[in-house]
T-cell receptor
Framework: GAVVSQHPSWVICKSGTSVKIECRSLDFQATTMFWYRQFPKQSLMLMATSNEGSKATYEQGVEKDKFLINHASLTLSTLTVTSAHPEDSSFYIC???????????FGPGTRLTVT | AQTVTQSQPEMSVQEAETVTLSCTYDTSESDYYLFWYKQPPSRQMILVIRQEAYKQQNATENRFSVNFQKAAKSFSLKISDSQLGDAAMYFCAYTSGGGADGLTFGKGTHLIIQP
């Protein structure tokens, strides 16, 4: 099956700093990628859709100036959490649909801890 | 907006027995996809089974099968011959837009397998 990677798998940062999370499709091209957030013992919530060559679209209630998304190429999307605060601590997961296949391939997730 | 409801926060089943996880959804779309994902402690999302709304036949994947009731907007997952490795969180998910949109997840069901 198709492979999606994320880097880093775990990051700890200080409050007020920014942190970047990468999502890569390793063996297919993805014009669209999705970013989800999962709080402990909760479900996944769609944050935004990353579009190659255009601006990301954000779900209602997600601050676009705080969660910057850049779809730099057909295999890479990045999520930057700016001015991170402890309440941003969460598990961030990306996914990418593969053209012609009605399935989304998920990355392994990134655990963000803000101290 | 679409909603996905899983009313069973936790289910327990004896090894080798059969268990059914419930899911209902609400949508005004006619073309959509439904999924069951498994999330083990590693937190990697694993696709268990997929159902296209236009297909009347229930999907099956080895020990996993669904009961898709389109009129009732119900999409339950049956796991036969339960194995210890089936223990995980199970999420029901929905997407429309030809399968290229983000997923809406239910709150999940924690499945425990009793040896």
């Amino acid at each position: 099956g198709a492979v999606v990677s994320q880097h880093p798998s775990w990051v700890i940062c200080k409050s007020g700093t920014s942190v970047k999370i990468e999502c890569r499709s390793l063996d297919f091209q993805a014009t669209t990628m999705f970013w989800y957030r999962q709080f402990p013992k909760q479900s996944l919530m769609l944050m935004a859709t990353s579009n190659e060559g255009s601006k990301a679209t954000y779900e209602q209630g997600v601050e676009k100036d705080k969660f910057l998304i850049n779809h730099a190429s057909l295999t890479l999307s990045t999520l930057t959490v700016t001015s991170a605060h402890p309440e941003d601590s969460s598990f961030y997961i990306c996914s990418a649909p593969r053209a012609g296949v009605w399935e989304q391939y998920f990355g392994p997730g990134t655990r963000l801890t803000v101290t | 907006a679409q909603t996905v409801t899983q009313s069973q926060p936790e289910m327990s089943v004896q090894e080798a027995e059969t268990v059914t996880l419930s899911c209902t959804y609400d949508t005004s779309e006619s073309d959509y996809y439904l999924f069951w994902y498994k999330q083990p402690p590693s937190r990697q999302m694993i696709l268990v089974i997929r159902q296209e709304a236009y297909k009347q036949q229930n999907a099956t994947e080895n020990r996993f099968s669904v009961n898709f009731q389109k009129a009732a907007k119900s999409f339950s997952l049956k796991i036969s011959d339960s194995q210890l490795g089936d223990a995980a969180m199970y999420f029901c998910a929905y997407t429309s837009g030809g399968g290229a949109d983000g997923l809406t997840f239910g709150k999940g069901t924690h499945l425990i397998i009793q040896p």
